[in-house]
């Protein structure tokens, strides 16, 4: 079974950066899409960023420009660079897995994630102003 742990949260300066890190255990013979999303107590699930196995990534456009999807296969780990931050982007980051057969598209969807993949356990990211 798919587990995935994400790491690299915690609190930064307005401007700032960070890298989260999303490690993968239980793949098994099994192909993944990937995505990023991220969640405040004041609002549902939201998706930010997707990169499937061919390296082709998609953003929201929240972490166009200033987010970074990427992924080290060698070590079964997704990150996101998050870059010029701002206090809006505080909220607990999410790393998803959808199997094969996938698309940066469908990994967005929320719905097919948790029906099909799975889910992280969560990193907080706070920003100050």
């Known amino acids: 079974q798919l587990q995935l742990m994400e790491s690299g949260g915690g609190s930064v300066q307005s401007g700032g950066s960070l890298r989260l890190s999303c490690a993968g255990s239980?793949?098994?013979?099994?192909?993944?899409?990937m995505g990023w999303f991220r969640q405040t107590p004041e609002a549902d699930r939201e998706w930010i960023a997707a990169i499937d196995r061919d390296g082709d990534t998609a953003y929201a456009d929240s972490g166009k420009n200033r987010f970074t999807i990427s992924q080290d296969r060698a070590k079964r780990t997704l990150y996101l660079h998050m870059n010029n931050l701002k206090p809006e982007n505080s909220a607990m980051y999410y790393c998803a897995a959808d199997p094969e057969p996938c698309s940066t598209t469908a990994v967005q969807r929320l719905d097919i994630v948790t029906a099909l993949g799975a889910w992280g356990q969560g990193t907080q990211v706070t920003v100050s102003s």
């Open positions: 239980g793949y098994g013979h099994r192909r993944y899409c």
